[in-house]
């Protein structure tokens, strides 16, 4: 499970929590820095899981070999 797949859907075709028009220019600012987090977030587990991957497959390697 991803970070994304928690949070609210917006793209689909219900209406948006918070219209881009109502937000404040602050709000704004804290909803880009959201998104940012968001995806260093989404990217750091999708390296995470691909060098959990690669230790795995380098240890399953070395156990038969002995």
Same mark, same amino acid.
């Given at each position: 499970?991803?970070?994304? !797949? *928690?949070?609210? +859907?917006?793209? !689909?075709?219900? =209406?948006? $929590? *918070?219209?881009? =028009?109502?937000?404040?220019? $602050?709000? %704004? #600012?804290?909803?880009? *820095?959201?998104? %940012?987090?968001?995806? @260093?977030?989404?990217? !750091?587990?999708?390296? $995470?899981?691909?060098? #959990?991957?690669?230790?795995?497959? $380098?240890? +399953?390697? %070395? *156990?038969? @070999?002995?």
């Amino acid at each position: 499970m991803t970070f994304k !797949s *928690l949070m609210p +859907d917006t793209n !689909s075709s219900s =209406q948006p $929590l *918070l219209p881009q =028009q109502s937000l404040t220019p $602050l709000e %704004r #600012e804290l909803l880009s *820095l959201v998104e %940012r987090l968001t995806n @260093a977030f989404e990217h !750091s587990t999708s390296e $995470l899981e691909h060098l #959990e991957k690669r230790s795995t497959i $380098l240890l +399953d390697e %070395r *156990l038969n @070999a002995l």
